[in-house]
């Protein structure tokens, strides 16, 4: 079974995350695990999620991030009342510039973010 805003081999979460179209796979959205995905758990309420989502989908780079690494931010930081760890948050918050370059966990990285990377 894919996805239920997977559609005539269309995504309709672009209505609501329009950067997901820098994702290339589909793989996701076609298999029984789309549940596993952020976006679907973000628009589906499914989860406690942190309310900076639609500035961080304006403003961060995600075409230089993988589906893997997404999760891994969604589930470490944007989920589960778990935003106050992230170096992203504590920036918007305090109504301070962000670097492109910032990651969630505080780290700069510059190109392309893999999961489990150094
Ligand atoms: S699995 Fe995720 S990316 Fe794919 S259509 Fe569903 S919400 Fe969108
Ligand atoms: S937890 Fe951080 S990365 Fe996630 S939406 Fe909030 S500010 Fe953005």
Redesign the pocket.
Known sequence: MS????KDFT????KHYNR?LQ?SS?D??ESDN?DE????NI?NKKVECCEYTPACNEKMDFGNWDFEYLKYVANNFCFYGRKGDCAIYKLRTEKKAIPRALQPDGRMIEGRVTHGME
């Open positions: 996805c239920p805003l997977y995504r309709e979460c672009v997901i994702f589909y996701i959205c789309y995905c952020p976006l679907y628009i």
